[in-house]
């Protein structure tokens, strides 16, 4: 194991998520220290896996350090033992943070560590400085991509019926929400040509692409068996039977050329309307798409953007934290994608420079939602987790973390279902949508 990624939950969570995903694209073996997940003698698991690792990295945001006076205070049992192993001690340093002044005896060595001050703006160079300052560790720099995802799409599995059940949930429910967004962005306009991107159910692109204004719906997906599906059901699909379904490969070198293809092929000039639902989550290299479609837009474009960011995810109260802890699983799910893509959208679409962009929506919460709509958020929030675990534990059955996560969904997910529906409780979601206008 090459690191151990410590944290404080409140206000370092987040961090240690990120650096953990940038980190692991490097091909790096890293430990996170799930701080929620710790009950009875978790402890002594922790002091093994940190005895494995010769780096621990310690993310501390401001005033981290201060329950450190505490002598069963977790983070500090943590860095106590890292010290006494002689482990490399990486502190990163979060904006805000201060070293207090009363530290206990055992940590008060732990400001002469050399540390790293982490930047927002300049992240990558934060990584690369973590990276530098790491023991007996080569690794390429110039591989470090903090965007970096899996070299395809490949997410998704065309014969899971659950999942297949969940994206149409999804869809349904989060259709109230942008219809008056795509309505806003159609006004005024006519024979409108859309761009459907990353499609994974062709019930959602024929449902949700339903408009008097659009005429063409060019639809992109990876698999081959959604475009045969999708194109077979055109002709009995009434008035949503405009819809051409097109495999492509979004990671290639040639996307541009496959894509003017399909607009050729389709019999149209350019394109009106682009939807990007869920779509740069999973993309390595979201703004070469981005410059591709960019490339095909014709005046006056408008796009909307359906992402999720987990900075926007929220349980209160959080009994016994299992909405954390369910939430914790995300970075071990390897066909989740990219979840803090929501907040990078700002950022890759301004490069296409749109007139303006909309952020309509900042996660999606319980509040005043029908308890139809609440089961169907559910739904579409947490079931894919046992799912997807128990999917990679048929596929490595030696997997220690998705049987952990099996385990504790068959013990744990019947409890966390009757807190959702609770009416203490309030959920939000981390959808992000927005909505663009060139």
Known sequence: MDIFISYRREGGYAMARLVYECLRNTGLSIFLDLEELRSGQFNEKL????DKCKNFLLILPPNSLNRCKEENDWLRLEIEYAIKQKKNIIPVMMVGFEFPDDLPPSLQILPFFNGVKSSHEYFDATIKKIVSMLRDIKLD????????????????????????????????????????IVEKLLEG?????????NVLSTTGSFA????????????????????????????????????????????ADDFDTQLEKCLEIAGVDGIDLVCLSMAIMDLKKPFKVLQAIQNCLNDDAVMIVRDVDDGAVFAYPDKNGLFAKFQSF????????????????????RKMEPREIVLEHYGINTSNMSRKDKKALFESWFSFIPNDFSRMLRENPESKIAKEVVEFCEKH???????????????SAGYIIYSVKF
């Open 189 to 197: 306009k006519s024979n409108v040509v859309c761009l459907d991107v």
């Open 413 to 427: 997910y019947d409890d966390l279902n009757e807190q959702f529906f609770s009416r203490d409780v309030l959920f």
């Open 208 to 251: 949700r692409l339903s408009y008097p204004e659009i005429t063409n719906v060019i639809a992109l997906t990876y698999n081959e068996d959604i475009a045969i599906r999708g194109n077979s059901k055109k002709d009995t699909a009434g008035d949503n039977g405009n819809i051409d379904f097109f495999q492509v490969q979004f990671e």
């Open 141 to 180: 720099e110039s591989k470090i991509n903090i965007n970096e995802r899996h070299d395809d799409v490949r997410y998704y599995y065309d014969e899971d019926e659950q999942e297949k059940h969940r994206l149409r949930t999804e869809d349904a429910l989060l259709a109230s929400y942008e219809k008056p």
């Open 330 to 349: 995300y970075i071990h799910n390897i066909y989740s994608g990219y979840r803090y893509t929501g907040r990078q959208v700002y950022s890759y679409v």
């Open 47 to 50: 002091y093994q896996e940190i």
